[in-house]
């Protein structure tokens, strides 16, 4: 099974998701803006992408990256709270499966996981 934090208004989320159904993966989808992650689960995922600058999960372009005064070089801990706290910061999708996560930047990333 794999987890998949999704935006559907997001084309490169929705592109992931069609590439994972076409392989025929199972897939549980997580709507991450009305469902956010906790702190914990942030740092989880963090670890199952290979712990990457957590600037590198982030989407600074979104305005509340700005009004929180971030920087993408802020500590991993700074980064992972504000994605806490907005998960409007998250970049997306992000695919889960075990302890591994795949960052859907481009879509086919998550491909593997299989």
């Known amino acids: ?37 906790s702190l914990a689960e942030l740092q989880a995922v963090h670890r199952a992408l290979g712990s990457p600058p957590a600037g590198e999960m982030m989407r600074p372009k979104e305005p509340e990256f700005t009004a929180a005064g971030l920087s993408t070089t802020d500590s991993d801990a700074i980064l992972l709270q504000a994605m806490a706290d907005h ?10 499966r075990g302890a591994q996560a795949k960052l859907g930047r481009p879509p086919e990333q998550v491909l593997l996981l299989l």
């Open 1 to 37: 099974m794999i987890t998949l934090w999704h935006n559907p208004r997001c084309s490169k989320s929705r592109q992931a998701l069609a590439l994972l159904e076409e392989a025929g993966a199972k897939v549980a989808i997580r709507r991450y803006l009305e469902d956010a992650p």
């Open 87 to 96: 998960p409007k910061l998250i970049e997306r999708p992000i695919a889960i």
